[in-house]
T-cell receptor, first 118, second 115 residues
Framework: GAVVSQHPSRVICKSGTSVKIECRSL??????MFWYRQFPKQSLMLMAT?????????EQGVEKDKFLINHASLTLSTLTVTSAHPEDSSFYIC??????????????FGDGTRLSIL | GNSVTQMEGPVTLSEEAFLTINCTYT??????LFWYVQYPGEGLQLLLK?????DKGSNKGFEATYRKETTSFHLEKGSVQVSDSAVYFC??????????????FGKGTKLTVNP
């Protein structure tokens, strides 16, 4: 149980393109989903916390207009990288917490999306 | 703020060797502590967790004990296998302004186990 599906797994596109990444909780409902960014050989950096039905909460230094987050249902959150540039190339990972099980429960992670901007 | 300090790698061991990866934390209140594992090209998988002092998390032969007196959560395994080669992240839960909790990660420790 507690499977999180992230799609696509890899994207290669030209500079200036907008890219959408989906994160789905397959067998549980997630009131809260999280989006992380991971640079090579580094730890995960939390970008934003996505709450179903409300605006996402962004971490300091993360551009809201650059990284658009939509959490339209209890099983789906999307991250759109708008007008992507080579410096946006990275590994993006989402996670979700089972809302039924409450706090102090672990986050379940997707397999990540490798974004490469040419 | 809350933070996690993790032993820097990389760590290279022979199969069946004993593994310890040190992790210490700084936090207010009583966070939950986690170890996650990341295999090449994949996302993170929860390895084990502990939610209060003196709890021991265990899974797949790995263990870690929540030590409040030393603010530590060291990961151990008595006999590693080649398949344990991965990056290991120590993390703690930290409350956010919105009332939910977020994870604060250490920098990760890359483990390579040679046959």
């Amino acid at each position: 149980g507690a499977v999180v599906s992230q799609h696509p797994s890899r994207v290669i596109c030209k500079s200036g393109t907008s890219v959408k990444i989906e994160c789905r909780s397959l067998d549980f409902q997630a009131t809260t989903m999280f989006w992380y960014r991971q640079f090579p050989k580094q730890s995960l950096m939390l970008m934003a916390t996505s709450n179903e039905g409300s605006k996402a909460t962004y971490e300091q230094g993360v551009e809201k207009d650059k990284f658009l987050i939509n959490h339209a249902s209890l099983t789906l959150s999307t991250l759109t990288v708008t007008s992507a540039h080579p410096e946006d190339s990275s590994f993006y990972i989402c996670s979700a917490r089972d809302r039924v099980k409450g706090r102090n429960q672990p986050q379940h992670f997707g397999d990540g999306t490798r974004l490469s901007i040419l | 703020g809350n933070s996690v300090t993790q032993m820097e790698g990389p760590v290279t061991l022979s199969e069946e060797a004993f593994l310890t990866i040190n992790c210490t934390y700084t936090a207010t209140g009583y966070p939950s502590l986690f170890w996650y594992v990341q295999y090449p090209g994949e996302g993170l998988q929860l390895l084990l967790k502990a939610t209060k002092a003196d709890d021991k998390g265990s899974n797949k032969g790995f263990e870690a004990t929540y030590r409040k007196e030393t603010t530590s959560f060291h990961l151990e395994k008595g006999s590693v296998q080649v398949s344990d080669s991965a990056v290991y992240f120590c993390a703690l839960s930290s409350p956010t302004q919105g009332g939910s909790e977020k994870l604060v990660f250490g920098k990760g420790t890359k483990l390579t186990v040679n046959p």
